[in-house]
């Protein structure tokens, strides 16, 4: 089993900044790809952004230049480094780590509210 743990979400005004973690724990396969999702309210389930293990990354359009997800081995945590936020980044932000079994798993989410 894998654990994911989510954290680093908060209020902020519209460019600002905010470094989301997703910390994973447990029976990690080595060959994986974690993903950023976010869900806004009354909106389907987005992706943001993904990492494999051999950092190969990939952005969502909207995000591109403003968001960056680098990841730490050494610590099992993937970051979301997001910039200049905008109010419709407002959502809640969740990891998914798939690996090369098929199985995935999720996090319980952080979330990110972008206001003046």
């Known amino acids: 089993q894998v654990q994911l743990v989510e954290s680093g979400g908060g209020l902020v005004q519209p460019g600002g900044s905010l470094r989301l973690s997703c910390a994973a724990s447990?029976?990690?396969?080595?060959?994986?790809?974690v993903a950023w999702y976010r869900q806004a309210p009354g909106q389907e389930r987005e992706l943001v952004a993904t990492?494999?293990?051999?950092?190969?990354?990939y952005y969502e359009d909207s995000v591109k230049g403003r968001f960056t997800i680098f990841r730490d081995n050494t610590k099992n945590v993937v970051y979301l480094q997001t910039n200049n936020l905008k109010p419709e980044d407002t959502a809640v932000y969740y990891c998914?780590?798939?690996?090369?079994?098929?199985?995935?798993?999720w996090g319980q989410g952080t979330q990110v509210n972008v206001s003046t």
């Open positions: 447990g029976s990690i396969s080595r060959v994986n790809v």
């Open positions: 998914r780590l798939g690996d090369i079994l098929g199985r995935e798993y």
């Open positions: 990492i494999s293990s051999n950092n190969s990354t």
